[in-house]
C-alpha cells in the first residue's frame, strides 16, 4: 500500500540553523514526491516536487529536497531557516489522481 | 485574486444538522479534489471531479459524505446528519489534468467544521 511517514512530530531549530525534515514513503512504481506547507490559517502551498531527472530538487523559499530511491527518502532541507519558516510541513506522494500525505512535522524556530 | 476559494471558512453546527461547503477552483483548472484533515494530521482524500463527472469517490467517509461539482465549475460537499467525528477541516483543491496524468493541486484556505 501507498504511505509517506514523516518520523518527526516537531522540530525546533535555533533561527539561523539549518534544517532537515525527513519523509520516507512506500510506493510501488516511481513516485511523483511533494513537500508543502501549512502555516496558521493559510492554505497549503506547494515547496517543490520531484518527478523525474536530477533527484536534488530546488523550492521555494530557500527550499531543496534530495530524492533517495534507495532509502525511499524524499528529506527537506534548508541551510539557514528564518522566524518566518515556522509552520507545519508535509510529504505527500501521487498515487496517480490524489495525493498520499504523511502526518506532517511541526517546525518550531527558537529566536 | 485568481485562487481556489472555499466558503464559508469556518462552520459550527450542532449534532444531526446538514451542512454544505462550497469550493471554486481555479477557473481554467478542470480537475476538483476534496480532502478531509483532522488536527495533527496530514490530508485525507474524499473524492475528485474531472470537469462534472465524479471520478472517484469511493473514499467518502460514508454514505452522510456527498459532493457534486454540477457544471463542471464549481464544487459543493454536503455533510448529512453530521456527528461530531465530523468535526475537522475542509480542504479543496483543483488541477489541470487529463487521464491518469499528475499536475500540481492548488489547494484552498479550507473550511473548518466544528459539530458541538
Known amino acids: 500500500a501507498q504511505s509517506v511517514t514523516q518520523p518527526d512530530i516537531h522540530i525546533t531549530v535555533s533561527e539561523g540553523a539549518s534544517l532537515e525534515l525527513r519523509c520516507n514513503y512506500s510506493?510501488?512504481?516511481?513516485?511523483?514526491l511533494f513537500w508543502y506547507v501549512q502555516s496558521p490559517g493559510q492554505g497549503l502551498q506547494l515547496l517543490l516536487k520531484y518527478f523525474s531527472g536530477d533527484t536534488l530538487v530546488q523550492g521555494i523559499k530557500g527550499f531543496e529536497a534530495e530524492f533517495k530511491r534507495s532509502q525511499s527518502s524524499f528529506n527537506l532541507r534548508k541551510p539557514s531557516v528564518h522566524w518566518s519558516d515556522a509552520a507545519e510541513y508535509f510529504c505527500a506522494v501521487s498515487g496517480n489522481y490524489q495525493l498520499i500525505w504523511g502526518a506532517g512535522t511541526k517546525l518550531i524556530i527558537k529566536p | 485574486d485568481t485562487g481556489v476559494s472555499q466558503d464559508p471558512r469556518h462552520k459550527i453546527t450542532k449534532r444531526g444538522q446538514n451542512v454544505t461547503f462550497r469550493c471554486d477552483p481555479i477557473s481554467e483548472h478542470n480537475r476538483l479534489y476534496w480532502y478531509r484533515q483532522t488536527l495533527g494530521q496530514g490530508p485525507e482524500f474524499l473524492t475528485y471531479?474531472?470537469?462534472?463527472?465524479?471520478?472517484?469517490k469511493s473514499r467518502l467517509l460514508s454514505d452522510r459524505f456527498s459532493a457534486e461539482r454540477p457544471k463542471g465549475s464549481f464544487s459543493t460537499l454536503e455533510i448529512q446528519r453530521t456527528e461530531q467525528g465530523d468535526s475537522a477541516m475542509y480542504l479543496c483543491?483543483?488541477?489541470?489534468?487529463?487521464?491518469?496524468?499528475?499536475?500540481?493541486?492548488?489547494f484552498g484556505p479550507g473550511t473548518r467544521l466544528t459539530v458541538l
Open positions: 483543491a483543483s488541477s489541470t489534468g487529463a487521464g491518469i496524468s499528475y499536475n500540481e493541486q492548488f
Open positions: 510506493y510501488g512504481a516511481t513516485p511523483y
Open positions: 471531479f474531472q470537469n462534472e463527472a465524479q471520478l472517484e
